[in-house]
């Protein structure tokens, strides 16, 4: 089993529709959790930190489920420009990311 | 620096070459990590810097890599007699203190094609 899962998608959504993607994770000691986005050929870009409480920044929703070891992104009303492969990212130690493989979403027009 | 800078963005190099590829982090980020990604996959952990010291290099997929950093800034990443399977880009970030309440910030990468 990896440590960090991911469905790898692609998710094809129509523009102004709500998707919503998990991440599951191996180890339950795992303390820190974040979500990066990476374009076609660009390097990865922190999206957002993942806190125990959840939290919001916009049209983004970020939640930890740590009794079943997943952390999960909600975008809504999505936008063309968000188009683009989501990374789980899972602290397993302190000073190592483990990264899920990403899943590719497109939104059409 | 302003961001992680990475040189070269592009390197193309004959199999069995030797390349090096650098890495400048943030000014003051005393973590610095080495990732890979082929074209496609997600990203692998290569190598981790705390200062000058890299306490992790489980990553290192063999004996024709290795990489240092100097002053606790610059890090280079070489790759003796390298093969085609070498090709991908080759991702720094670097972090303030490498602890759990940060994300990192990422260079651009150095897109390396062995031919």
Known sequence: ?109 | GAGVSQSPSNKVTEKGKDVELRCDPISGHTALYWYRQSLGQGLEFLIYFQGNSAPDKSGLPSDRFSAERTGGSVSTLTIQRTQQEDSAVYLCASSLVGSQNYGYTFGSGTRLTVV
């Open chain 1, 1 to 109: 089993r990896k440590e960090v899962e991911q469905d790898p998608g692609p998710f094809n959504v129509p523009e102004g529709a709500t998707v919503a993607f998990n991440c599951t994770y191996s180890n339950s000691a795992s303390q820190s959790f974040f979500w990066y986005r990476q374009d076609c050929r660009k390097e990865p870009k922190l999206l957002m930190s993942v806190y125990s409480s959840g939290n919001e920044d916009g049209r983004f929703t970020a939640q930890l489920n740590r009794a079943s070891q997943y952390i999960s992104l909600l975008i809504r009303d999505s936008k063309l420009s968000d188009s683009a492969t989501y990374l789980c990212v899972v602290w397993d130690s302190n000073y190592q990311l483990i990264w899920g493989a990403g899943t590719k979403l497109i939104i059409k027009p």
